[in-house]
């Protein structure tokens, strides 16, 4: 799994569509084709790909918004963004 | 003009160019506003850049004059104001020919129909049952001609590519895809009608049939992956949108089955005739709404 730093600002990739449905999130990945599907902590912190949010901050929102504690927090957020990297979905 | 379904062209061209494509134009209902479009044609193959021989593939692109698709017979072109096209074809005959014009027409329709919001071009299959259209939708291979092919005596509307179109009372239409090489089905009609869609089905083979609930977003990422043409020119959000609004508007299950005679009997209440009975024509959307 790729390494992020609580400093990182991630950023979504230019061209990828996406969707609002009920909740969760559908991408289309303009480049590869490819569309995911993303629950509702996976569809904030799609939200929050801008550039501007360091990782720190997803974490803080994913404690805020779900009943999760800190440790699953930063998993959950470090394999998000671990399984976007992988498919081409962030910049960097 | 002629009419193709959905997309009213006004063409332009060799004078044989322009015959052919008359003497295949099947147009929906006339009073209809359809996509109006100008098409530049040439069906004649001289100096084009396809690729004869090379297996089905289309590849699309995006840049500062349009839309552009190309494959291995027929390469097409959308302007940015969406009004002007052009296709042009390798040098083929007979129903190579035709189906590559089709092929064409397909690209132009599914970008003008995305670029709309008017509708959206599926790779899947449609029967009519019980007076409304089933779209069958499911994965290359999953079973959609064979699933179509069992549900005689039911009316197959096509079993490879629908168009599906928003209808002024928030539903959708289905009609066969454009325009003219669909294989022939018992009870398929020709007269470009269309019918309300009552049901999406997500396929998938089992031992077992039964149906399940799918959720919405999955639902819209299904839709969304059998739209082709749309990724990769500036069409994908229109893509999803329209597939958000379809399954949001209409019944949707996975549908597992079995490719046998049995496999409809789990879609048919009990004291039913099969889903036969005639379905009622409908009228499409305008399409410039």
Known sequence: ??????????????????????????????????????????????????GEHDVASLRSRLLEEFDVDEAQASADVAEFLGSLKERGALEG | MIGFGPLTLDATGDA?????LEELALPWDEHRAGLALRLDVDLG???????????????VSRDDDGRHALSHDFACSLDQGGERAT????????????DAIQNGLRVLCAWRLAETDTGLLLHAAAV???????????????G????????????????????????????WST????????????GRSRDGSALRCGRLLLLEQAARPCLSDVPVPLRA???????????????????????????????????????????????????????????????LPTAAD
């Open chain 1, 1 to 50: 799994m790729t390494a992020f730093d609580d400093t990182h600002r991630p950023k979504a990739l230019d061209g990828l569509a996406h969707q609002e449905v009920e909740g969760q999130a559908v991408i289309v990945n303009a480049h590869g084709g490819e569309i995911l599907v993303l629950n509702e902590a996976g569809a904030l912190l799609w939200t929050l790909l801008d």
């Open chain 2, 16 to 20: 044989a160019s322009c015959r052919r």
């Open chain 2, 45 to 59: 193959g001289r100096g084009l850049p396809v690729r004869p021989g090379q297996r089905l593939r289309v590849d």
């Open chain 2, 87 to 98: 296709l042009s074809l390798a040098e083929l005959d007979g129903q190579r020919r035709d």
């Open chain 2, 128 to 142: 009519t049952r019980a007076g409304v259209a089933e779209l069958l939708l499911g994965a290359s291979g999953v």
């Open chain 2, 144 to 171: 959609k001609s064979t699933l179509a092919r069992l549900a005689a005596p039911r009316p197959v509307l096509a079993d490879d590519v629908v168009l599906v179109l928003r209808r002024d009372d928030g539903g």
């Open chain 2, 175 to 186: 009609a066969a895809s454009p325009f003219f090489a669909e294989p022939s089905f018992p």
């Open chain 2, 221 to 283: 990422a299904a839709v969304a992956a059998h739209a082709p043409f749309l990724t990769g020119v500036g069409l994908e959000e229109a893509g999803l949108r329209l597939a958000k609004d379809l399954v949001t508007s209409i019944p949707s299950c996975r549908f597992a089955f079995a490719p046998d005679a049995s496999a409809w009997s789990l879609l048919d209440p009990a004291g039913t005739k099969n889903g036969s009975e005639e379905g009622s024509s409908d009228t």
